[in-house]
């Protein structure tokens, strides 16, 4: 059986390694991959990557990927050279520990490990408690507070050392599949709009948008800059196809299944139904959630933006979200693309999602 083939663009953003707020790594392969294609190619002053085609066209529409991941923040080194953190982004705390990190530093990577407490020191009680972050630290390997600070500084930022890794088939594992594969879809599908020009009206912004984790920030700004008619933010959603996920609280999604479409009311319903009409004209399997309230991505803050944008959501069904192994079906990753592209083609001029 042939393996899998992870496109270079993919590939290449999962391994950039680009914390909220430091997102250069990710931003460089955005650059490389979706510059060339665009019309216009530009940069603002919170770290957004925006892309044009058809600069001319109407309607305006956005695309919304984020490119942030999280991460953690060197605080505090002790007299030991043991280093403490805050966290970038939603941590489940009981994961970090025991972790290989990747430390960005201005001298180049230094490697770490995560370390707490063995069990075989902790009494009854310890053993049942979730380590507080003050209570994880980072060893790289030093003596002293001096020696660690020739490596590294207060403010650098670290990552998981887990890379992409295909388990069986397309089903891949990452640290960072939220949401590199959003990035991932809203500029591959401006590459290929940009080789079927001639079959668009709209004028498309695919927007690689900085810290998500952190509070939507760039989608907010972006989303003011481009002042689209239309938009369409992509991320993860949780598949709940695995053990311990109750159906009856959390609904019914599944790797493998298709790109997943949200209702609701942080979604314009005119975009739901043209995304629900596309899918069905490219015979790809589609799966729909339902947020009654904004939902927890980018999509929220573009639907406030200046005077309301039509706005939809597509995710990618992720398992282990916010874990140093998430798992999706790159199949599903492919679907979305194809989704976006046939979104855009369907557009017409005056289409501003007005209900």
């Not at 216009?40 to 991941?69: C, I, Q």
């Not at 670290?158 to 890379?163: G, P």
Request: net charge neutral; hydrophobic share 40%.
């Amino acid at each position: 059986m042939p393996s899998y083939a992870v496109p270079p663009f993919l590939a290449d953003l999962l391994h950039a390694r680009s914390p909220s707020g430091y997102e250069n790594e990710a931003q460089t392969v955005f650059d490389h991959y979706v510059g060339p294609a665009a019309d216009a190619y530009d940069k603002d002053a919170l770290g957004n990557r925006l892309a044009t085609l058809n600069p001319s066209g109407d309607p305006v529409l956005m695309f919304a990927g984020h490119m942030d991941e999280l991460g953690l923040m060197i605080t505090y080194i002790n007299k030991d050279g043991f280093i403490y953190f805050d966290t970038i982004g939603g941590h489940d705390l009981s994961v970090i520990s025991g972790r290989r990190v990747i430390i960005r530093t201005a001298n180049g990577p230094v490697k770490g490990v995560t370390g707490k407490r063995a069990i075989h020191l902790m009494d009854e009680e310890d053993r049942k408690k979730v380590p507080k972050k003050h209570e994880i630290w980072i060893d790289i390997g030093v003596r002293s507070k001096a020696e660690a600070l020739e490596y590294v500084s207060i403010g650098d930022v670290a990552t998981y050392d887990h890379e992409l890794e295909l388990i069986r088939g397309s089903i891949g594992t990452a640290r960072a599949f939220d949401n590199k594969v959003g990035a991932y879809i809203v500029g591959e599908a401006l590459i290929r709009l940009a080789k079927e020009r001639k079959k668009l009206s709209a004028k498309v912004v695919s927007v690689a948008t900085a810290q998500e984790e952190i509070g939507v920030r760039g989608a907010t700004t972006a989303a003011y800059l481009v002042n689209p008619h239309l938009a369409i933010a992509v991320d993860v959603a949780h598949a709940t196809d695995h053990p311990d996920c109750d159906n009856r609280k959390f609904g019914e999604t599944k790797l493998g299944g298709g790109p997943i479409l949200c209702r609701g009311a942080n979604i314009n319903p005119k975009v739901y139904d043209r995304l629900l009409k596309a899918a069905r004209k490219l015979k790809i399997p589609f799966q729909i959630e339902a947020d009654p309230r904004p939902t927890g991505t980018d999509a929220r803050a573009i639907q406030m933006g200046r005077g309301g944008i039509a706005t939809g959501l597509v995710s990618v069904p992720l398992r282990y979200m916010h874990t140093p192994s998430e798992v999706v079906d790159l199949e599903d990753v492919e679907r979305c693309v194809q989704l976006l592209v046939e979104f855009a083609k369907s557009l017409q001029p005056g289409d501003y999602g007005h209900w």
